[in-house]
């Protein structure tokens, strides 16, 4: 059993076999990472999935949202200026690949 599978056993209850192929998980130094890829989702449904990421995960963990830049920045802006989740402890924006943005969730 690996550090993630009771964290993908639940995201597997909630989210569509589609969604949970736009996450990979990965474990960085110490630091459990969810890899959020939203290329393509309209700004409603990447907040939802990503909320229902943060909601489900029940614990400490970094969550990449992969929205991409070069065809609009509605996601970014979304995730910077609307998305409110109490269990969000900061929400990084990379300044040197603006397709991507971090979460901290801390449970």
Known sequence: MNNFDNI???LSLILTKEDMNRLKFRER????????DV??????KAK??????VN???EAVRVIVIHGYNHGTAIKEMINNEYK?????KIISDRYNMGRTDILVNF
């Open 8 to 10: 993908q056993s639940r």
């Open 48 to 53: 939802i999935f990503i909320n229902n990421i």
């Open 56 to 58: 489900i995960v029940r």
């Open 85 to 89: 989740n109490p269990h969000i402890n």
């Open 29 to 36: 130094k110490g630091e459990k990472e969810i890899i959020a």
């Open 39 to 44: 290329h393509g989702m309209k700004c409603n």
